[in-house]
């Protein structure tokens, strides 16, 4: 369980350092269309290029520095995942299985400057084939999933160090999203933060804050466009 903070002043911090830190900011959540551009007439040409297999990506996320986010492991095809965490909710750092999707791995860690981050390693045959038999949902708030096309996939529970921790994972055929609740902290308003590639050219997906409303916790959602050779991995290709 997290222990409970000052989320007021700590969210003040975060909210300034993010608008201030000369990446896009959405003030509230953009239409579920891939379009977070600035000045873009034309809806088609907004949308992000599904990117190549050179998918490592980071965001600025402001008090967290330049953030590595998504990594690529070819050897083992296997896609990493790591948002920020405001202090750990377990108190160490500590690893293990997701035991609803078999390969997949989670850990609470240290990155190399210093801040935690939950970190869901996740096999690349699991995102191309999809979850089976799960039903669309939306956030757990009620809201729609942030930069997700008609806001809503099919959702999967991170069950983590036996229920001490929980998630949720939206995987479709296009698109995924990664829900991380952040008890005691309160992100307060919607923003929305383009992941780019290393290279800065191409953007990959969407990190975005999501307040508290009613008796649901805020967080961070983490949204990423599949990209279409991802399965050849999976051949040898």
């Not at 222990?3 to 007021?8: A, C, G, H, K, V």
């Not at 609470?108 to 699991?126: C, F, M, T, V």
């Not at 995924?176 to 923003?191: A, D, E, H, R, Y």
Request: a negative charge; proline letters at 9%.
């Amino acid at each position: 369980m997290f222990r409970t903070i000052s989320s007021l002043g700590i969210g003040v911090v975060l909210i300034f350092s993010l608008t201030g830190c000369g990446s896009y900011v959405a003030s509230e959540y953009a239409p579920p269309h891939w379009d977070y551009s600035e000045g873009c007439g034309n809806q088609a040409s907004c949308l992000p290029e599904k990117p190549e297999l050179d998918i490592d990506g980071e965001v600025n996320a402001g008090p967290f520095g330049t953030f590595s986010i998504i990594e690529l492991d070819k050897l083992n095809n296997i896609l990493s995942f790591n948002l920020p965490l405001p202090f750990n909710p377990l108190g160490t750092e500590v690893e293990g299985d997701l035991r609803n999707l078999p390969g997949a791995k989670w850990a609470i860690r240290k990155n190399s400057k210093g801040n935690w981050e939950l970190s869901l390693l996740i096999p690349i045959e699991l995102i191309v084939n999809g979850v089976k038999f799960a039903e669309p949902a939306k956030l757990p708030n009620g809201d729609p999933l942030p930069g997700i096309p008609g806001g809503e996939l099919p959702k999967v529970g991170l069950d983590i160090d036996r229920g001490r921790f929980e998630g949720s994972l939206f995987l479709g055929v296009e698109a995924m999203g990664i829900f991380v609740p952040t008890p005691g902290f309160n992100p307060f308003l919607k923003l929305t933060f383009p992941i780019k590639s290393k290279n800065q050219r191409k953007v990959l997906g969407y990190l975005s804050t999501v307040p508290e409303k009613r008796a649901f916790d805020g967080g961070f959602f983490l949204s990423f466009r599949i990209p279409d050779g991802l399965a050849r991995l999976i051949d040898g290709n």
